[in-house]
Structure formats: C-alpha cells, structure tokens
C-alpha cells in the first residue's frame, strides 16, 4: 500500500514542481521580456485544471505518509528527531505555499497586466522555490539529516 501512495505522491511532486519550474525559466521570462502576459495567462489557466488536483493528491498522500512514520500527530511537531523535523518542513512549506497561492489569487491577479508583472514575478519565483523545497525535504527522509 505504502508503494502505491508513494507512487502517488511522486506522481504529484513531478506534475506540482515541474510544472512550476517550466513557468518560472520558460514561460514567465518570455513574457516578462515581450512585456505580453498571455502566454503567461493561458500558460495558469491550463496548468491550474492538472496543478491544484497535483497539490491536493500531495497533501493527502504527504499526510497519510507521515502517519504511517509517526502515528503519533503530537509527535510530528517535537523537533526533537528527523522526522519530526522533515514533517514540520513539509508543513510550514505548504503553509508558506498557501499564503503565496491566496496572495496571488487575490491581490496580483485582479491587478495583472505588463507593468504588475514583475510583482507577480516573486510569487511565482516563491512558489517555484517552494516546491523544489518540497522535493529536496522528501528525499531527506529517507537518507536522514546527517
Ligand atoms: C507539492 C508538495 C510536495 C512535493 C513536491 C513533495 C515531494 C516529495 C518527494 C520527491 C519525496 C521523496 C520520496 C522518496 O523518497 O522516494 C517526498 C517524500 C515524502 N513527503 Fe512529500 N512532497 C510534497 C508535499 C508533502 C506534504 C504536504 C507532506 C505532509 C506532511 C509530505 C510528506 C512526505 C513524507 C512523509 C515523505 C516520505 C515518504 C517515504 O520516504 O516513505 N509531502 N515528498
């Protein structure tokens, strides 16, 4: 069972980081240089119908993983081991990944055009950080911090 979540949850990690990895170095710099953002735009349109249901399979898969690590929940956030340390690192990323998303959502995206874009930049540049995060925390866990 274990095997198949991982599948899952690699499936999702290569879908959400490499999705955003092709629009921070391909799809953002060419608008950001041709001052257009419609690549840019139909680009997330597209992304968001495989991306959201990407990052809700990681979140279920990423939390039913660590249940079966430490079935403990009050032990995820002791610090006092590495994998309760990887856990929280994976949960402080996917609350910074949220604040991003929702600052984006709200506040960028209403207000996008050519001369807003560079602020849209740094959420894209955060989330994209983000999620390679995210991989690079994944595979600590089996390997351990030292
Ligand atoms: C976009 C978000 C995420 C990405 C890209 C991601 C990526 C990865 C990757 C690449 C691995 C390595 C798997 C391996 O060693 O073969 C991993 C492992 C793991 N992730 Fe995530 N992850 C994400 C979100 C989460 C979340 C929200 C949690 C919840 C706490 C989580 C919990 C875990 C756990 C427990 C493992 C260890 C699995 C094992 O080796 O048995 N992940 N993740």
Redesign the pocket.
């Known amino acids: 069972m274990l095997n198949y979540i ?1 599948i899952l ?2 499936l999702g ?1 290569t879908i ?2 490499g999705g955003h990895l092709i629009l921070a170095l391909v799809v953002l710099p060419k608008a950001l240089s041709s001052h257009n953002i419609d690549g840019l735009l139909q680009f997330e349109q597209l992304f968001e119908k495989i991306g959201m249901p990407a ?1 809700v399979v ?2 279920i898969t ?2 039913w ?2 249940y079966q ?1 430490l079935p403990n929940i009050s032990s995820w956030f002791t610090l006092d081991n590495d994998l309760s340390i990887l ?1 929280s690192l ?2 402080l990323l ?1 609350l910074m990944t949220t604040l991003v998303a929702l600052h984006a959502r709200f506040y960028r995206i209403p207000r996008l055009s050519a001369h807003t874009l560079k602020g849209f930049s740094v959420n894209i540049i955060l989330v994209t950080l983000f ?1 390679v995060t ?2 690079v925390v ?2 600590l ?2 390997t351990g911090l030292s």
């Open positions: 991982l949850h690699l990690a959400w980081t990052l990681q979140i990423g939390f993983m660590a690590i856990i994976k949960v996917l999620s995210f991989v994944g595979t866990f089996r």
